[in-house]
T-cell receptor, first 116, second 111 residues
Framework: AQTVTQSQPEMSVQEAETVTLSCTYD???????LFWYKQPPSRQMILVIR??????QNATENRFSVNFQKAAKSFSLKISDSQLGDAAMYFCAYRLYQGGSEKLVFGKGTKLTVNP | NAGVTQTPKFRVLKTGQSMTLLCAQD?????MYWYRQDPGMGLRLIHYSVGEGTTAKGEVPDGYNVSRLKKQNFLLGLESAAPSQTSVYFC??????????FGPGTRLLVL
């Protein structure tokens, strides 16, 4: 079974500093997608970044970047120049393609606190 | 363009009551999903649909039913609510191979 593990239930960072959130996953597939979603206190799920497994280059979106290690099945999220608005739950997700359908499998999340 | 909308936003039920949660999307997405979110558990897939008239079970389908009679709508039903179904429910939609777009969530409290 495909699983997604986020080993850090909570993290904290000082404003303007850099923080890295960890994610590992288990799969036997060679082609898949990985995502990081952000959930602020409003509860809305917001896509932060997406990575295609066949691409060797790590995805980047402004202050957000990933370190994708396919062999190690690791997909960490780095947030640079942290801002107060980055405080949220962060979920790592793996897109599973199975039997003609697709679905996202989520980790349990990491709560990020940003200290002023 | 409203994206994904959910009705209602909040509901209180008594044990044994029934209700239907409505999800609508205006992005012409093929796939739609229902997830539940509980503290410390992340999001768990209840049911999903890969097209109009089709549904399939996810990770935690017991106690729920779904229907996708129209491409833009995906209904989640609770026939006999139980306290264990107290949760926040998220609907999402997507095109094949792409990211999910989520609704704002429905908070359900079963007493």
């Amino acid at each position: 079974a495909q699983t997604v593990t986020q080993s850090q239930p909570e993290m904290s960072v000082q404003e303007a500093e850099t923080v890295t959130l960890s994610c590992t996953y288990d799969t036997s597939e060679s082609d898949y997608y990985l995502f990081w979603y952000k959930q602020p206190p409003s509860r809305q799920m917001i896509l932060v970044i997406r990575q295609e497994a066949y691409k060797q280059q790590n995805a980047t979106e402004n202050r957000f970047s990933v370190n994708f290690q396919k062999a190690a099945k690791s997909f960490s999220l780095k947030i640079s120049d942290s801002q107060l608005g980055d405080a949220a739950m962060y979920f790592c997700a793996y897109r599973l393609y199975q039997g003609g359908s697709e679905k996202l499998v989520f980790g349990k999340g990491t709560k990020l606190t940003v200290n002023p | 363009n409203a994206g994904v909308t959910q009705t209602p936003k909040f509901r209180v039920l008594k044990t044994g009551q029934s209700m239907t949660l409505l999800c609508a999307q205006d992005m012409n997405h093929e796939y739609m999903y229902w997830y539940r979110q509980d503290p410390g558990m992340g999001l768990r897939l209840i049911h999903y649909s890969v097209g109009e008239g089709t549904t399939a079970k996810g990770e935690v389908p017991d106690g729920y039913n779904v229907s996708r009679l129209k491409k833009q709508n995906f209904l989640l039903g609770l026939e006999s609510a139980a306290p264990s179904q107290t949760s926040v429910y998220f609907c999402a939609s997507s095109r094949p191979g792409l990211e999910l777009y989520f609704g704002p969530g429905t908070r359900l409290l079963v007493l």
